[in-house]
């Protein structure tokens, strides 16, 4: 029967020749993640059932990095929970501040993920790694206890949503866009329960960095993964990097879709989700007369190399505006070095960023960049729900760096066409 | 198990940023999570509940982020049971896992209102809306859920298999 490449996986995963949306299996996990606000939980629900042993110490990941370096005594605390656990079950991949980054963008910067795996993990966004062509999927901490001990989760099968994006992607247009375009058009449950599968000839055309946005939304959407099938960019950035081969998959052309939706690209324009959900979507362009007071750049959404260097092209040689705070959150150690390497940190310095250390920090309201009664911030992070970055009065628009990067330089919400227009300061 | 108790109505797409701020999530013990809950969406909800209240909200109950802090919050408050049209799925797994019971019944979600009185009757699978006089068949779980439920939740399943396969201690 043909089969999506999410059923694929599944079923080779839970040992059967081929699953059915709505079937539940018990699948063998290549890798469970939690960070410092959902292991602490996950470790005492471990601990209280009277499991002895992780499964397999190489198979779990844990990395504080929501709260570190740690805001205040509390979680501080929490985060010492994860050290002492990390180190009693000899988890090989503890990330330690320093040598850590976002989860979702260090784990498949280290290799940690691979085509046809199956990996939980206690973190709403970790939909983001479909964009290796894993099987991948938000839990909550008792999920995540039970793949410690058990090495297996139990899975609806989960029914598809195929979405094919045709036409060439306009310059300034990103996966961010592309994503937030389609949260839009479908709504924040329009893919509920469903795998989101990306295709089409502009996702062809799309970055690994672009994948991983888009992909790393699909939750935005309700839905319970996101998936781009792998071909030769993501042979590329696999090479030399992931641990383990994988299996690579692909959906037989006649794989059953619970739907599909086409998008042409070529029209698209930089778009803005505007308070308060990631799908209250409009062109940036409408929205020029939306005062800021902070912007955001980075997270586990927008917080590798390429989305920094796109910030970088606008802010070059230009100036943060006088009202504007603007914050740079680099995924990991790696992209904090590469972005000194070429130019790219200087020049975002240099225009009167502020570059922090990786951290989830303030895209969930934690520290470095909280916001206070009516402010409002432009941030290429993931959610902008009430009091999402702070006060419940405060308002989140959530955009690409492309926009993020002209919203600081114009103190207001612009596309990166109305800044660049006006020439460099120097 | 019947659960009896007040409506406290909410809307759709209720998000755990609501049910449970980050800013809290510096700890994880229940009853501080539980003096918190909601109070981004409703300042007064905490003062407001009795124990064995009921929350009832539209579509895509606990959208947004994995935190298992989102059904320990709501049940350290008090609430016995959320009535809804829809959950997100994470938040669904969650409260599984957790104990807090949930229903899907969009039809008893929409009609009924804050302070109605609500009797859900979990092994039935009904919703009665006292004060309305009225009926409502909820959704029933899938039989592999409904046997976590019975077991006491995921870790006591996990627990039996790997007794059952040999590969615990």
Sequence with gaps: MAQTITEKILARAAGLDEVQPGQIIEAPVDLALANDITAPMAI???????????????????????????????????????????????????????????????????????PGDVIVGADSHTCTYGAVGAFSTGVGSTDFAAAMAWGKVWLRVPESFRFVYSGTLPKYITGKDLVLHTIGLIGVDGALYQAMEFAGEAIAALSMDGRFTMCNMAIEAGAKSGVVAPDATTAAYLAGRARRPGVVFASDADAAYARTLEIDVAELQPTVAKPHLPANTAPAAALADTAIDQVVIGSCTNGRLEDLRQAAEILRGRRVHPNVRLIILPGTQQVCLDAAADGTMQALIEAGGAFSTPTCGPCLGGHMGVLAARERCVSTTNRNFVGRMGDVTSEVYLASPYVAAASAIAGHIATPEMVLSKGRAR | MILEGTVHKFGRDVDTDVIIPARYLNTSDAAELGAHCMEDIDTEFVRRVQLGDIIVAAENFGCGSSREHAPVAIKAAGVSCVVAASFARIFYRNAINTGLPIVVCPQAAAAAQAGDRLRVDLAAGTVENVTRGTMYAAEPFPPFMQELIARGGLLPYVAAQLKESGARG
Excluded at chain 1, 76 to 87: C, N, S, V, Y
Aim: glycine share 8%; aromatic share 10%; charged share 25%.
């Design chain 1, 44 to 114: 005492a629900e471990f601990e209280k059932a009277g499991f002895e042993h992780v499964f397999d110490p190489a198979k779990i990941a844990l990395v504080p990095d929501h709260f570190t370096p740690n805001k205040d005594v509390k979680s501080a605390g929490q985060a010492k929970i994860l050290r002492e656990f990390a180190r009693k079950h000899a988890v090989v991949n503890y990330f330690e501040v320093g040598r850590m980054g976002i989860e979702h963008v260090l784990l498949p910067e280290q290799g940690l993920v691979s």
